[in-house]
């Protein structure tokens, strides 16, 4: 079983910034990917940001490139998400995922993982 913590959620003015960061713990088999999804209200979640294996590789929703940037520390097991020049348009719950075993093609596939955490909120007012 593999935990994850989120943290840094919030509101903030459109334009703004925010970091979120996400802790695993427990039985972690190296090496993992971690990844960030969202779901907004009355929508389907959707993939934004992932660090693929030993997080050499990085890949983003068209929707977040050249404003969101996802960063990892394999020594602390945490990855972050750096989010700038937020848009109203991503105010949603971020969820962080974790995976030891997905391939790459299913990398923007929520089904894809196994573990999740709670979920933090994001709003961005206008």
């Known amino acids: 079983q593999v935990q994850l913590v989120e943290s840094g959620g919030g509101l903030v003015q459109a334009g703004g910034s925010l970091r979120l960061s996400c802790a695993a713990s427990?039985?972690?088999?190296?090496?993992?990917?971690m990844a960030w999804f969202r779901q907004a209200p009355g929508k389907e979640r959707e993939f934004v940001a992932a660090n693929w294996r030993n997080g050499a590789n990085t890949y983003y929703a068209d929707s977040v490139k050249g404003r969101f940037t996802i960063s990892r520390d394999n020594a602390k097991n945490t990855a972050d998400l750096q989010l700038d020049g937020l848009k109203p348009e991503d105010t949603a719950v971020y969820y962080c995922a974790f995976s030891s075993t997905l391939i790459l093609s299913s990398l923007r596939r929520g089904e894809s993982y196994a573990y999740w955490g709670q979920g933090t909120q994001v709003t961005v007012s206008s």
């Open positions: 427990g039985h972690i088999r190296r090496p993992y990917t």
